[in-house]
């Protein structure tokens, strides 16, 4: 009896010794998992912290904040530059059917951004151009235009600063003639490719001029690459994508400037969220407030006024 409790005895302890040795075993285990779930928890909010470090560094430089010592700044350069004298504060040329700087009384004002080397720009001003001038010639509107030059580098020959040079000229010599050479250097088979630039001379952009009935003598005084404002071109283009109110207000390009902009009473007009089965002219008309019928009609205001932003895309 003795030999079989001491064989008894013997076998517990081992089971009990077995027990504690896979008690330990599975806390270990468990330990583990608990160990890997709080490297993982923290790689995973490093991981997060890093990505949103990114996104605001890449955020912040792809959209600028305003600030207004840097506006002042290129303000300042602007003021320096020689201005043209009929240009407004803000480097636009106000045209209306009473001339240039004599804006139609209860017309609402439009103002457009343009780089004459932009696609977009070109697109636009190919589809609504013709709108734009007769809702001008008819005073339904004051269009005041802004030439910019932002595209050189997509040129061998700088000119986005040297067309924007020779429509201001032109704004000072032959406003008549102001729109016209506009829709001109836009249209289709004269404008440059942004991505296949082939060089455009100064005796070319000269013939357009004279194409759309500029005098002789001052097409060739406004093309004598003397290029009187170029410095003030420059200026006002470093100055004016730093406007908060000129920047989108949606998609990628978010918080920064873009050719083409459109304001409207001095509200952007948000063209990015037009449905793509509605075309320019007919977004712009509902824009302010008009129907296609009713342009060219002196008399028959756009709804917008002289105060209202644009009514569409509704916000």
């Keep these: 009896m003795a030999k079989k409790s001491s064989s008894s005895s013997k076998r517990q302890a081992r089971n009990e010794a077995q027990a504690a040795a896979l008690r330990a075993q599975e806390e270990q285990v468990a330990r583990d998992r608990r160990n890997q779930t709080i490297i993982g928890v923290i790689v995973v909010a490093v ?188 200026a006002i283009s470093d100055y004016t994508p730093l406007r908060s109110e000129l920047w989108n207000t949606t998609g990628q390009l978010k918080g920064s400037m873009s050719t083409p902009t459109v304001l409207i009473n001095g509200k952007y007009w948000n063209r990015m969220a037009i449905p793509n089965d509605i075309d320019p002219p007919t977004a712009f008309l509902k824009a302010i407030g008009l129907d296609a019928d009713q342009v060219g009609k002196a008399g028959v205001m756009p709804k917008v006024g002289t105060d209202q932003g644009p009514l569409y895309p509704e916000s």
């Design 47 to 234: 991981v997060v912290a890093l990505v949103a470090v990114v996104s605001v560094v890449v955020w912040r430089q792809t959209h600028p904040k305003s600030d207004p010592q840097k506006l002042d700044e290129a303000y300042a350069k602007v003021e320096a530059a020689k201005k043209p004298s009929q240009a407004t504060d803000k480097g636009g040329f106000l045209i209306s059917k009473n001339g240039l700087n004599k804006p139609v009384k209860g017309a609402p004002v439009v103002e457009s951004y343009m780089d004459f080397m932009c696609p977009g720009c070109g697109a636009l001003e190919r589809t609504t151009g013709d709108t734009f001038a007769a809702l001008v010639q008819s005073g339904q509107i004051n269009l005041e235009v802004h030439p910019m030059a932002f595209m050189d580098r997509f040129s061998s020959d700088e000119y986005s600063t040297r067309t924007a040079n020779i429509i201001v000229e032109l704004a000072q010599k032959d406003p008549e003639h102001f729109l016209p050479m506009i829709q001109s250097l836009f249209a289709q088979d004269f404008q440059p490719e942004e991505g296949n630039y082939k060089p455009v001379t100064n005796e070319m952009i000269r013939e357009r001029a004279i194409s759309v009935g500029v005098p002789e003598d001052i097409a060739k005084e406004i093309t004598d690459d003397t290029y009187e404002y170029k410095d003030w071109v420059r």
